[in-house]
Structure formats: C-alpha cells, structure tokens
C-alpha cells in the first residue's frame, strides 16, 4: 500500500487530495493545523496542531513520523494575501514566504529520513511564480514566495535524484477555493485528479520539471 501524506489537507485542494488517494487505496496521512468535518469523515489518519508556517513544525513532524514510511509527501500548505505596490504589507509577505516556501522545505527535510528510494516529492506550487509569465505585476509576496518554491524545488530535485526520490513542482491551474475567493477556473476536484496523474508519472528522468496539473511544461 502506498502512503501519502498531504499538508495542508482539511480543505480545498488538499482535501480533495487526501479524498482521492483514500479512495485509490492510498493510506493518507493527512497533516493540517485543524481538521475539519470532511476530513474526519474520510476515515483517513489525521494529525492536527501542525503549523507548516512555524519552525517548530518540523520538530512535530519528525517526532510524529519517526517510524512510518512515506511513498508520496505532498506539500500543499499555502496562503495567498493580495497585494499592490502601492499597498505593501512587510509582515504579510513573511508570512507567505514562511508557509509556502520555507514550510515546504521544513517539511521535506523533517521527513526526509522516513522516503526511501522510489518515493516521489510534490511541491504545489503557482505559475504566479514564474518570472517569465509574470504579465500582470502586483501579489509581491505571494509571487516571490512561490518562487522561491520553485527554487527550491529544483535545488531539492537536484540534491535528492541520488537518493531515488523525484520530485515534481506542481502547478494546480486556477481552481476555486477559499484562497481565489471561489473564482477559479475548475474544481478542486478536477486539479486533484490531474495532480494525482502527474505524481503517478513522475520519474527520475522528469525530476525537477515546473508542470501545470494538466501536463504543460510552464516557464521559469
């Protein structure tokens, strides 16, 4: 059986993940700072009281994993906080970067000892943190901390290909969750779905690549 585990699991995309993969037989860890009533529903393991945004989540992480092996972590966690040029909040943009950037890094280095060879990494990502597609300015923070993501993630791709374990940096395309303010283009569902399919089919070879969920290979 498969194990998984997903940040960032009690709503929106990550919900969906922990739903499809339970129903795939997965076994899903699902990690969040509160869980909800869907999510208890699941009949999955849910681990609550875990703020990927805190440096003293990877401490729980390791302490709470120490002994369970992990085929797919998928780091989903992340917030979005809209903002302009003209109306730059400093302590906004830390948060950002403290939970879509550096708490992915948190959580892939505290597992790390618990993915074996052949396991395989999901960092899911935006294309707001693509420096070439950037057409329309503005969302400082939340742009430059998907980019450092996306750094990260090559850098990841990189360090642990030695190891056996790929990693994918993953782009769910505009979906309609509490984050867009319900204004995407397509289901959490249907982003679940193709993420899934992407992580199935990531190889070695494929490490390290910026994929939107529907197969496009998206621009740094």
Known sequence: MTTSLITGSNRGIGFELAKQLKAQNHRVLAVCRASSSELDALGVTVETGIDVGSDSAGRTLMERFSTTPIDWLIANAGILLPDSLEHLAFDQIRSQFEV???GALRT???LLPQ???GAKIAL?????GSIADNSSGNYYGYRMSKAALNAAGMSLARDLKPRGIAVAILHPGYVRTDMTGKQGGILPSEAAAQLIERIAALTLD?????WHANGEILPW
């Open 108 to 110: 892939v280095q505290a």
């Open 100 to 102: 879509n950037a550096l």
């Open 115 to 117: 993915l074996k060879s």
């Open 206 to 210: 494929t490490s390290g690549s910026f």
């Open 124 to 128: 899911i990502t935006s294309r707001m």
